[in-house]
């Protein structure tokens, strides 16, 4: 990449996924807090409440399958870029039926093949909530007047933006390679395995002195590759618990939470679809910029979480 400028992405926007039984993945998304903005043929897509045209596209298919994530890219040009550099780009084609259009090059990662759509033009929308900030009443400062009560809705907890995914890869260092050399991605922390080999990364997008989310994508090596799960916000902490209260009383299947992640800060709550791919609701995530250092650490579970249930058994399988 000396002397070539890298492709250029400025945020992650939404991500695919195929399902056999559309009407149980259905109600699960709307309980799950998507909005659902718009129907062409066999896909539906939804949105947050925020301003992307659509976060999540649920298309019927004979088997399920993880569709790959929407990255929007600073220009034109960066499209052409990626047509030029990467041997399994598609052409460049317009994104005709999905809200919001735009153009789109699609790339296969190289290791694993899984899809990975590079997105620019598309446009954004209003959003269509504001939303109330809590204030909450410290031992020693108290933020609240008389008579002004903490009063909430039952409900999902609706999803603000799509903010990360995360994949299990077959061959760690070709793929962080890749990634980091060919786009402005680099990494937050990096972590490695008894025998001192890296094994995985939490990528955020770098965009200079601008903060940024402290991970985007997160990679880490296993013996088959998969799509780990896709990550959404939501507005606060009350919000998320409500919405894991929500899914409990729906019979959907938790998969890890609520609790407190380390690298990144979220609080994290993981829940199985109807099938089977993991999605995951989360608030106050840290942020990072050009002048944020690369940690470097052992894996292990206790890295993952400050506090919340044990993590569970096979959860990086």
């Given at each position: 990449?000396?002397?070539?400028?890298?492709?250029?992405?400025?945020r992650v926007s939404?991500?695919?996924?195929?399902?056999?039984?559309?009407?149980?993945?259905?109600?699960?998304?709307?309980?799950?807090?998507?909005?659902?903005?718009?129907?062409?043929?066999?896909?539906?897509?939804?949105?947050?409440?925020?301003?992307?045209?659509?976060?999540?596209?649920?298309?019927?298919?004979?088997?399920?399958?993880?569709?790959?994530?929407?990255?929007?890219?600073?220009?034109?040009?960066?499209?052409?870029?990626?047509?030029?550099?990467?041997?399994?780009?598609?052409?460049?084609?317009?994104?005709?039926?999905?809200?919001?259009?735009?153009?789109?090059?699609?790339?296969?990662?190289?290791?694993?093949?899984?899809?990975?759509?590079?997105?620019?033009?598309?446009?954004?929308?209003?959003?269509?909530?504001?939303?109330?900030?809590?204030?909450?009443?410290?031992?020693?400062?108290?933020?609240?007047?008389?008579?002004?009560?903490?009063?909430?809705?039952?409900?999902?907890?609706?999803?603000?933006?799509?903010?990360?995914?995360?994949?299990?890869?077959?061959?760690?260092d070709k793929v962080?390679?890749?990634?980091?050399?060919?786009?402005?991605?680099?990494?937050?922390?990096?972590?490695?395995?008894?025998a001192g080999k890296?094994?995985?990364?939490?990528?955020?997008?770098?965009?200079?002195?601008?903060?940024?989310?402290?991970?985007?994508?997160?990679?880490?090596?296993?013996?088959?590759?998969?799509?780990?799960?896709?990550?959404?916000?939501?507005?606060?902490?009350?919000?998320?618990?409500?919405?894991?209260?929500?899914?409990?009383?729906?019979?959907?299947?938790?998969?890890?939470?609520?609790?407190?992640?380390?690298?990144?800060?979220?609080?994290?709550?993981?829940?199985?679809?109807?099938?089977?791919?993991?999605?995951?609701?989360?608030?106050?995530?840290?942020?990072?910029?050009?002048?944020?250092?690369?940690?470097?650490?052992?894996?292990?579970?206790?890295?993952?979480?400050?506090?919340?249930?044990?993590?569970?058994?096979?959860?990086?399988?």
């Open positions: 990449m000396t002397g070539q400028s890298k492709i250029t992405i400025l939404h991500v695919y996924y195929k399902h056999k039984d559309v009407e149980a993945a259905q109600q699960f998304l709307a309980d799950f807090g998507f909005i659902e903005t718009k129907r062409v043929g066999n896909k539906i897509y939804y949105r947050g409440y925020g301003t992307e045209s659509f976060v999540y596209c649920l298309e019927g298919a004979d088997e399920d399958e993880f569709g790959g994530t929407g990255f929007v890219v600073q220009s034109l040009g960066d499209l052409e870029r990626a047509r030029e550099r990467i041997p399994t780009a598609s052409e460049i084609y317009d994104l005709a039926d999905a809200p919001g259009g735009g153009k789109c090059v699609t790339i296969r990662d190289p290791v694993d093949g899984w899809p990975l759509h590079l997105v620019y033009g598309q446009t954004l929308v209003e959003p269509t909530k504001e939303y109330h900030y809590v204030n909450f009443n410290f031992p020693h400062k108290k933020n609240r007047g008389g008579g002004e009560f903490q009063r909430f809705d039952k409900g999902p907890a609706n999803v603000h933006k799509m903010g990360h995914f995360g994949m299990c890869v077959t061959d760690f962080y390679n890749f990634y980091t050399t060919l786009f402005n991605f680099k990494a937050s922390d990096i972590q490695y395995d008894e890296y094994i995985g990364a939490f990528l955020h997008i770098d965009l200079g002195e601008q903060l940024t989310d402290h991970h985007t994508f997160f990679i880490f090596e296993g013996p088959k590759s998969h799509v780990h799960h896709s990550s959404f916000e939501v507005h606060d902490f009350d919000t998320e618990v409500l919405g894991h209260d929500w899914l409990r009383h729906k019979n959907y299947k938790n998969c890890w939470g609520v609790g407190r992640h380390v690298m990144g800060s979220q609080i994290f709550d993981y829940w199985y679809d109807t099938s089977g791919f993991i999605l995951e609701h989360y608030v106050d995530g840290d942020l990072v910029n050009c002048h944020t250092e690369t940690k470097v650490s052992q894996a292990s579970p206790d890295g993952l979480h400050v506090w919340g249930p044990d993590v569970p058994e096979g959860f990086l399988g």
